[in-house]
């Protein structure tokens, strides 16, 4: 019997026009999840369908993703400015339509906002500069309507907030605590201008808009490594004083490389040549690199729970703790901002027991400060209050970064008193 149909020519398969965007973005969000270093280029493309090969067609490299990705991040939070302050109106008015749209942006991109937290680490030198002048731009659209509003506010001092209100506004970033994307918004954007509005102690604010290599806006390029703001001295140089045990001398010296170069690019042979022994000495104390980053990790979760414990076992009333509290926290990230800087940049290289572990105790960490804001702000939910001790958390670390985590001349002072603000208006 003849067929009395004929089949359809079949048509050819059409590329996507955004097919470069959807590989940036799926590639920024694995960089997020995972790490630069732990995604590869046939992982990017299996979360896109398509080939590995196929990749290649619209980029050379999978540092060239980085790259693209991280400009699409800028150019969004870019745009969203430029459309909030299209239209004209009171400087009140305008930074309001700012900061509510960067904070909607934050929300949005909340998976791959963290490019600006760590991965930015990974640019090249010029890359780095271009992302930062990017920041610097956003800070100086702040700090320049926050002057319109504050006449008698020194310059320093309206781009150190700015500064603040965009880590606060970037925080959502760093954690995956749950919250419903539009009360997100509305609790970021207040707590902005809570610190807008904040009055500092008298400290150092001598920070232009381009000090700094993070733009303080919790979705920073820089984190003090390589030689980076908030660290001295060149990475190949082994601590001044040390402690007299071998295990504390590797801990020390590995805790000081992860910071200033990342936990990928530092060997064992690395660290055995700054603490002054051999690669093979070093696994008589440590199985593997990876063994050290978790004993790295154990040892910032015990700091950061002692300084809890001590802080509540001493309080006088439950603000007097939030403030102990506080208190404690930038105590420990300035004096071992190294250290803290690693526990929270590198957590997706941990083994996977240790990972699992040592998140459940980083949870439990930010529920006692949840607890305690709660009891002195009932009116808050739990919700309201986690993403509120994030930003908090998050402030601390990004400010300590941009003033070189130095108390010499005050700035230790000035973030106490912008996290505590923060959390308690």
């Not at 969203?80 to 949005?108: F, K, N, Q, Y």
């Not at 310059?155 to 539009?182: E, N």
């Not at 500092?200 to 808009?209: F, Q, R, S």
């Not at 063994?291 to 154990?298: F, I, M, N, S």
Request: net charge neutral; glycine share 8%; hydrophobic share 40%.
């Amino acid at each position: 019997m003849q067929a009395t149909s004929t089949a359809r020519t079949a048509e050819p398969r059409r590329r996507p026009r955004n097919r470069r965007a959807q590989i940036a973005l799926a590639a920024a969000e694995l960089f997020c999840e995972r790490g630069y270093h732990g995604v590869g280029i046939d992982e990017i493309a299996a979360a896109v369908g398509i080939s590995g090969p196929a990749v290649y067609r619209h980029f050379p490299t999978k540092y060239a993703i980085l790259v693209h990705a991280t400009r699409e991040l800028s150019d969004a939070l870019s745009t969203a400015a430029d459309e909030a302050l299209a239209t004209g109106g009171e400087p009140a008015e305008r930074l309001d339509r700012l900061l509510g749209a960067m904070a909607r942006i934050s929300v949005e991109r909340r998976r791959v906002g963290a490019l600006y937290q760590w991965e930015a680490r990974y640019l090249q030198p010029e890359h780095r500069v271009e992302f930062r002048q990017e920041l610097t731009a956003l800070v100086r659209r702040i700090s320049d309507l926050l002057l319109a509003l504050r006449d008698d506010l020194p310059k320093s001092a309206a781009v150190l907030l700015s500064r603040a209100a965009l880590s606060a506004i970037g925080s959502i970033s760093t954690h995956r605590a749950t919250i419903t994307d539009g009360r997100a918004e509305q609790i970021l954007r207040t707590a902005a201008w809570t610190l807008l509005t904040a009055d500092l102690p008298a400290g150092a604010t001598d920070h232009d808009g381009g000090t700094g290599d993070d733009g303080g806006t919790g979705h920073s390029g820089g984190t003090g490594h390589s030689g980076e703001a908030g660290h001295s001295g060149e990475a190949g140089a082994p601590a001044v004083v040390r402690p007299g045990s071998r295990r504390e001398i590797l801990l020390t010296e590995a805790i000081r490389l992860f910071d200033r170069l990342g936990y990928h690019a530092v060997g064992i042979d690395d660290i055995g040549r700054a603490a002054g022994i051999n690669a093979s000495g070093v696994y008589r104390y440590f199985p593997g690199k990876a063994d050290l980053l978790a004993a790295v990790y154990y040892r910032a979760a015990e700091r950061l729970t002692a300084s809890v414990t001590g802080s509540l076992t001493t309080a006088s009333s439950l603000p007097d703790g939030l403030r102990r509290l506080v208190d404690a926290h930038v105590d420990l990230a300035f004096d071992e901002s190294d250290l803290i800087s690693v526990y929270l940049a590198e957590n997706n290289n941990l083994p996977a027991a240790d990972r699992h572990e040592l998140r459940r105790v980083q949870r439990l960490h930010v529920e006692e400060w949840v607890r305690l804001l709660r009891s002195i702000r009932p009116e808050l939910a739990a919700t309201e209050a986690r993403l509120l001790v994030h930003a908090a958390l998050n402030l601390v670390m990004d400010l300590g970064r941009l003033t070189g985590f130095d108390r010499s001349n005050g700035s230790d002072r000035q973030v106490r008193v912008l996290a505590l603000r923060m959390l308690v208006p």
